[in-house]
């Protein structure tokens, strides 16, 4: 059973500031994973539920991102773990309720959380930041399904020279039920880097490239190439 944090879900605003390039002075936070150019991590915080961060680089448009997030049907074919994203609603542009619905092996209940998507993007250096709160009063609960508690991160994608994007998540959930902590830490990780590396297959594709946005500001003609 692993439990990724979906993207236009599961997102809580930290309260501590975040660097676009997601490179923090932090030595708490350990690297448990580099592999197929994603880089995994993980901090231990006051709680038993640790927190993680993944970043890669890769070839995209800033608005395939986001396009990307607002194609729920596709959602489960590279979200770890996700049967069903729905999107509620649409109170502005630039936001979106959405319910998630995970996937998880008998005898384990399915789990499910509902949250509001937000991003904006820096005017100067062009950073898009999506964050999203917990929206759970949206949608009541399902029977049979667990809703993840403590559920929070955001998204952080800084535009590079030649057309590359780095891509840094940070968040964390607890599965909530009787799931033990040391295993909920377990498939955060794991759902983590499953969901970036199909999360670098599918966004590379011609659905979301190459498809501007009207409020995202494409940055090709403001970083030059290395000549």
């Known amino acids: 059973m692993q439990f990724s944090i979906p993207l236009l879900a599961c997102l809580f605003f930290l309260s501590v500031p975040l660097r676009a390039d997601c490179e923090f002075s932090d030595s708490s936070w350990q690297q448990v994973k580099s592999k197929q150019q994603v880089e995994l991590y993980r901090r231990k915080t006051d709680s038993a539920v640790n927190d993680v961060m993944a970043k890669t680089i890769i070839s995209s448009d800033l608005s395939a991102f986001i396009l990307l997030l607002r194609d729920t049907e596709q959602g489960p074919n590279w979200i770890a773990n996700a049967t069903q994203i ?90 909530a039920g009787n799931v033990p902590h040391w295993l909920a830490n377990r498939m955060l990780l794991e759902g983590t880097f499953k969901t970036f590396v199909a999360l670098r297959k599918i966004l590379v594709t011609p659905a979301y490239q190459n498809k501007p946005l009207r409020d995202i500001r494409e940055p090709s003609e403001k970083i030059p190439t290395d000549t």
């Open 86 to 175: 729905t999107l509620l609603e649409r109170p502005q542009s630039n936001q979106d309720l959405v319910h998630s619905v995970f996937n998880a092996p008998w005898p384990v209940h399915d789990r499910d959380l509902v949250t509001l998507s937000h991003y904006e993007q820096d005017p100067d250096t062009l950073v898009l930041t999506l964050t999203v709160e917990d929206a759970s009063d949206a949608l009541p609960g399902i029977l049979g399904i667990v809703r993840l508690q403590g559920v929070w991160a955001r998204w952080t994608l800084t535009p590079l020279p030649a057309g590359q994007l780095a891509i840094c998540y940070q968040g964390s959930a607890d599965a």
